[in-house]
């Protein structure tokens, strides 16, 4: 269905420039971002055209396939990143836990601040605290003392609290 654009309703432009063609029962039964779309009077239900400005078409392809049940593992793995932000903002909740445990289950002391970064980003609260246990119940943080002083000159100042919160209830436990 989704290969061949059979009785495809509706086009999506990808931020390269490209066009994919999908169906709005779909869209709209997976996303209650994609239902409003299209149930209420905006330019989206009219034009039958959908922008997704921040997807390239690989990472937009990876999304539809999500959606039709039909994406590759390999797929996943290459845009879990794109997939997530598009499960953030379509309010897609199975792919948003689907990516939590991914990037939760893939942490390392080269990924582990930006898996935290997003995980900060999107509310990905199972994340955060992975990332946290990571690097300082596990003493990560000493792995990566070059990286840590540059994060915390770029970071949030609520995060740096919670990690803050964090290392206190370590090294002090109640």
């Known amino acids: 269905m989704l290969d061949e ?8 432009m ?8 999908a169906h709005k029962a779909v869209l709209s039964a997976s996303s ?8 209420h009077n905006l330019k989206e239900k009219e034009s039958s055209t959908i922008h997704i400005e921040d ?3 690989e990472s ?10 039909a994406i590759k593992q390999e797929d996943f793995w290459k845009h879990r990143l794109a997939l997530l932000g598009a499960a953030n903002k379509y309010d897609i909740g199975s792919l948003k836990d689907i990516c939590e445990e991914s990037l939760l289950e893939d942490l390392s002391t080269g990924n582990v601040l930006e ?7 999107y509310q990905l609260h199972k ?7 990571f690097l300082f119940q596990f003493g990560k943080i000493h792995d990566i003392k070059d990286e840590i002083n540059n994060f915390f000159q770029h970071a949030d100042r609520e995060l740096m609290l919670e990690m803050f919160q964090e290392v206190l209830s370590i090294s002090n436990p109640i």
Request: with cysteine; aromatic share 10%; hydrophobic share 50%.
């Open 127 to 133: 994340l955060k605290k992975g990332c946290l246990v």
């Open 5 to 12: 654009a059979i009785h495809a309703d509706l086009t999506i």
């Open 60 to 69: 937009c392809t990876a999304l539809l396939s999500y959606l039709y049940g």
């Open 32 to 39: 209650p971002v994609f239902q409003s779309m299209f149930h």
């Open 115 to 121: 898996m935290l970064n997003e995980a900060w980003l």
């Open 55 to 57: 997807m390239s078409l």
């Open 14 to 21: 990808t931020a390269d420039g490209s066009t994919l063609r």
